[in-house]
């Protein structure tokens, strides 16, 4: 069975500062998807930014980019410049053949 | 175009009842997931409907149900409600489903419904 591990369970950073959520994950496949998923105080969760496994090059998004290490597990999300509106919890997820597993999550607060 | 929507956004029960928590997909997608989000747990997967057929369900118990309707919209039945069962639940529709086909849909994400058991 496949599983996300997120350490974080907070983190609170500057505004304008860079911050990076860890994420690990657990899986037999060797074609899969991350994701990160963001979930405002307003509880819409909303796709931040995807990455296929095959793909090497690591996915950017504006201000959001990830470092994806297939062989030791690992998806991060790091944003740049962070904004007051980046304040979330945030979701690492994983999608393999059936249905995709996420993370416990990590509640950032972007303070000014 | 309108986003997925849920209702109601907050439902109140009592142990031993029965909830009935509804869908709308947005229009064109044909899949719906359900979602358990108890506090500190995550996102747990309850359910997933394609085409009217349930093609996966999460490690639940059978008391958690649902259906999806010839329009997509999909119901989530929670009988014989435990104090546990407190938590939000999430319905997100994609176009197409997982299984068989390797490319990726954007899951979109309802705001969810709130579900107290007392």
């Known amino acids: 069975a496949q599983t996300v591990t997120q350490s974080q369970p907070e983190m609170s950073v500057q505004e304008a500062e860079t911050v990076t959520l860890s994420c690990t994950y657990d899986t037999s496949e060797s074609n899969y998807y991350l994701f990160w998923y963001k979930q405002p105080p307003s509880r819409q969760m909303i796709l931040v930014i995807r990455q296929e496994a095959y793909k090497q090059q690591n996915a950017t998004e504006n201000r959001f980019s990830v470092n994806f290490q297939k062989a030791a597990k690992s998806f991060s999300l790091k944003i740049s410049d962070s904004q007051l509106g980046d304040t979330a919890m945030y979701f690492c997820a994983f999608r393999g053949a059936q249905k995709l597993v996420f993370g416990q999550g990590t509640r950032l607060t972007i303070n000014p | 175009e309108a986003g997925v929507t849920q209702s109601p956004t907050h439902l109140i029960k009592t142990r031993g009842q029965q909830a009935t928590l509804r869908c709308s997909p947005i229009?064109?997608?044909?899949?719906v997931y359900w979602y358990q989000q108890a506090l500190g747990l995550g996102l747990q997967f309850l359910l997933w409907y394609d085409e009217g057929e349930e093609r996966n369900r999460g490690n639940f118990p059978p008391r958690f149900s649902g259906r999806q309707f010839p329009n997509y919209s999909s119901e989530l039945n929670v009988n014989a409600l435990e104090l546990e069962d407190s938590a939000l639940y999430l319905c997100?529709?994609?176009?197409?489903?997982?299984?068989?086909?390797?490319?990726?849909?954007?899951?979109?994400f309802g705001p969810g419904t709130r579900l107290t058991v007392l």
């Open positions: 997100a529709s994609s176009l197409m489903g997982l299984a068989g086909e390797r490319g990726f849909n954007e899951q979109f």
């Open positions: 229009s064109g997608h044909t899949s």
